[in-house]
């Protein structure tokens, strides 16, 4: 066998070829990661009929060993956007609060790693209208 023979069947065999494909998907992984990790978390508050709510407090819950603490808090813009930019944790619960429309239920977002940074599919949504 040639030594080019040879350095081909050893690049081909699972010896070489699961330790490659291993190490490629977590240096893959921790790129995504690293470059996913600013700890943001962005939605939109509204009303019962789907409209911006401005000026309502939103507030992020983080997990604890047995319960979840308040965390962080923002204000809605005239849009009724709001952005967090300070979570460290992976597993959180977010629930907005405005005056005249009381509480929406509280948004459970379990995410991949901590601080990752997420965006709400769904808007939190005020259970009644104003």
């Known amino acids: 066998m040639t030594r080019e023979a040879g350095i081909a069947t050893w690049l081909t065999s699972r010896w070489f070829i699961v ?3 291993f190490s490629a998907v977590t240096l ?3 790129a995504y990661v690293s470059a996913h990790d600013n700890g943001l978390i962005e ?3 509204v009303d019962a009929k789907g409209g911006p709510v401005a000026g309502a407090t939103v507030q992020l819950f983080e997990r ?3 319960t979840h603490e308040q965390r962080g808090r923002a204000v809605t813009d005239a849009e009724g956007r709001f952005r967090f930019t300070d979570n ?3 597993s959180i619960q977010l629930e907005a609060e405005a005056p005249g429309l009381g509480r929406t239920d509280r948004r ?4 991949w ?3 990752q940074d ?4 769904e808007p939190l949504r005020f259970p009644t209208a104003p």
Do not use: K
């Not at 459970?108 to 995410?111: E, K, T, V, W």
């Not at 997420?118 to 599919?121: E, I, R, T």
């Open 64 to 66: 604890g060993f047995v």
């Open 19 to 21: 330790p490659a494909v």
């Open 108 to 111: 459970i977002l379990r995410l």
């Open 88 to 90: 460290r944790s992976h």
């Open 43 to 45: 939605g939109r508050v």
């Open 113 to 115: 790693f901590a601080a």
């Open 118 to 121: 997420a965006v709400l599919p």
């Open 28 to 30: 893959g992984w921790l």
